[in-house]
């Protein structure tokens, strides 16, 4: 969508490494969210945000970190890359009141994040 | 953890049948029922926000009904046709309403011609 993008599209890293991914909107959302995306578990919430410097777990977030410094910017850290962490990285925003809220949450295009 | 549960877990059906998959979810502290669409290779795409009992939403051939009070949704496609194939995805969403989607492992449909 034309209001969220991710970056990088596709990354491969080796175990131990930092390594950031980026969710940037245009939309002044204050709710963004890190999915990671696997075969037989769908997507699974990492972390999410409510507003600038305001952020929370989710249900699989051991091993991630987050940042929010700036309303459009939301930051995915990996501190140190493992094999299990190989996935598909979807950021997605929403906001109380909006399109997205009332219709449906609105994803970037995922980021394939493969750990060798 | 937010148990949502989708079936079946895959689906065949032929080109112009009427189909039907379930979702279950948490029947209390209820904020929201959404249904996505899920393309290979894209983004999820919204469907529907169901947020009352009873709510029944349409968009072409494509419905879903709701209901809270035993915690379940129905999503209907109607006559399927070879775009419809793709994976459908319902996400519970508790409280206030921004703690984010707890998603369903999807069904996943294949329209065969």
Same mark, same amino acid.
């Given at each position: 969508?034309?209001? &969220?993008?991710? $970056?990088?599209?596709? /990354?491969? @890293?080796?175990? *131990? ?28 919430? &990492?972390?999410? $945000?409510?507003?600038? /410097?305001? @952020?929370?777990? *989710? ?58 | 953890?937010l ?26 502290n209820f904020y ?61 969403i508790a409280g206030g309403g921004a703690d984010g ?13």
């Amino acid at each position: 969508d034309a209001g &969220i993008t991710q $970056s990088p599209r596709h /990354k491969v @890293t080796e175990t *131990g490494t930092p390594v950031t991914l980026r969710c940037h909107q245009t939309e002044n959302h204050r709710y963004m969210y890190w999915y990671r995306q696997d075969p037989g578990h769908g997507l699974r919430l &990492i972390h999410y $945000s409510y507003g600038v /410097k305001d @952020t929370d777990k *989710g249900e699989v977030s051991d091993g991630y970190s987050v940042s929010r410094s700036k309303t459009e910017d939301f930051l995915l850290t990996l501190e140190s890359a493992t094999s299990s962490q190989t996935s598909v990285y979807f950021c997605a925003i929403s906001e109380v009141g909006s399109t997205s809220w009332n219709y449906g949450y609105t994803f970037g295009s995922g980021t394939r994040l493969t750990v060798v | 953890i937010l148990n949502v549960e989708q079936s079946p877990q895959s689906l065949h059906v032929q080109e112009g049948d009427s189909t039907n998959f379930t979702c279950s979810f948490p029947s209390s502290n209820f904020y929201a029922l959404h249904w996505y669409r899920w393309e290979t290779a894209k983004s999820p795409e919204a469907l529907f926000v169901m947020t009352l009992n009873g709510d029944e939403k349409k968009k072409g051939r494509i419905s879903a009904t709701l209901n809270t009070k035993e915690g379940y949704s129905y999503l209907y496609i109607k006559g399927s046709q070879p775009e419809d194939s793709a994976t459908y995805l319902c996400a519970f969403i508790a409280g206030g309403g921004a703690d984010g989607l707890t998603f369903g492992k999807g069904t996943h449909l294949i329209i065969q011609p």
